[in-house]
């Protein structure tokens, strides 16, 4: 996904990353209907779940789904977040989360997207990206229809 954005410069998005709880789901359950979208995305970016499964419920709810899935350990979430990140290469990667321990995926990320979905979102989280959008849908209908993306992060 190649989008240029007057002022900015170019960004080539290879990898999407996403929250689970409080982005993707609430209650440990995937969001309606977002699974067709995220067939649809993975068929133009890798797209990468991370957790804690607090909940268990991730792989029972992610089953049948074009996406890596990576279950993080408990403690220092922000940071390991941020390390998968960086390891595939920040400047590819589009994050999305809500969280307070999201904040540091989100900065390191090419482009970082705040979430406001039903269990809120960190003021953290939104200081530390570059876009916040009012859920999950209009995050990844940005990503569906980029020049959204460009008519708001030109300059």
């Given at each position: 996904m190649l989008l240029t954005i007057p002022g900015t410069g170019t960004l080539e998005l290879q990898h999407l990353v996403l929250d689970y709880n409080g982005t993707i789901a609430r209650d440990g359950q995937l969001l309606s209907n977002l699974d067709k979208t995220l067939t649809e995305l993975a068929e133009k970016i890798t797209v990468h779940v991370l957790t804690a499964d607090t909940g268990g419920t991730?792989?029972?709810?992610?089953?049948?789904?074009?996406?890596?899935?990576?279950?993080?350990?408990?403690?220092?979430?922000?940071?390991?977040?941020?390390?998968y990140i960086q390891a595939l290469g920040a400047d590819t990667v589009v994050a999305m989360g809500n969280g307070a321990n999201d904040r540091l995926m989100l900065k390191a990320a090419r482009l970082g997207i705040a979430v406001l979905e039903g269990e809120g979102t960190a003021a953290s989280a939104i200081l530390h990206a570059d876009l916040v959008v009012r859920s999950m849908y209009d995050a990844l209908g940005l990503l569906m229809v980029p020049q959204r993306i460009v008519a708001t992060l030109r300059s």
């Open positions: 991730v792989r029972q709810e992610l089953e049948g789904l074009p996406c890596r899935l990576h279950i993080i350990t408990s403690g220092n979430e922000a940071e390991q977040k941020e390390a």
